[in-house]
């Protein structure tokens, strides 16, 4: 499984883009990208997910370099309630890899006023 | 996305008993649930695989017979932690696994044992 390194922590302001850089050196040629939110008590919530390129929903962008060992969750104009903790995870979304996911540390975002 | 329950939310026990923990997929089959615990300020950390209609696959460190996993339907996987302690508290929290597609979660089950 490949493992993913974040900062720790980051902190904003309402009204700010926030851009949370993510490292997975090891993907594999099978590894899908995906980003989740967890609020305290809360199971994490599904953001993202990409394989190469950049992806658009309507909530984040997500850009992933050629070479995939890296990539960056893009939040444009953050709010209060996006304070949170943000995981990317790396996995084989197939059924052969079934993808089973390991959790790193997070990113724990705090927004301000 | 696809939806995904557990019951209960919450749930205190008394030292020694038994309780179980449901995780449901509401709008999708899943051949594959996985089962997490999340101590306070931590990350969530995988215990165990549950494939439906065979036996569920063990992180190492996890007791298998204190934590039974039963995967009897394409929608339902069901955690119970046996004789449970203290030290078992945490939040428990499932996910079930659309082909293809990604993980997605429960809500999240706070186990406290007095």
Known sequence: LAKTTQPISMDSYEGQEVNITCSHNNIATNDYIT??????????RFIIQGYKTKVTNEVASL????????????????????????YCLVG?????????????????????? | GAVVSQ????????????????????DFQATTMFWYRQFPKQSLMLM?????GSKATYE????KDKFLINHASLTLSTLTVTSA?????????????LITDT?????GTRLTVL
């Open chain 2, 48 to 52: 165990a695989t549950s494939n439906e």
């Open chain 2, 7 to 26: 019951h209960p939310s919450r749930v205190i026990c008394k030292s020694g008993t038994s309780v179980k923990i449901e995780c449901r997929s509401l």
């Open chain 1, 63 to 86: 850009f992933i370099p050629a070479d995939r060992k890296s990539s960056t969750l893009s939040l444009p104009r953050v709010s209060l309630s996006d304070t949170a903790v943000y």
């Open chain 2, 103 to 107: 993980q997605y979660f429960g809500p």
């Open chain 2, 60 to 63: 190492q460190g996890v007791e």
């Open chain 1, 92 to 113: 084989d979304r197939g059924a052969g890899g079934g993808n089973k996911l390991t959790f790193g540390t997070g990113t724990q975002l705090k927004v301000e006023l």
């Open chain 1, 35 to 44: 980003w989740y939110q967890q609020f305290p008590s809360q199971g994490p």
């Open chain 2, 85 to 97: 302690h203290p030290e078992d508290s945490s939040f428990y929290i499932c996910s079930a696994f």
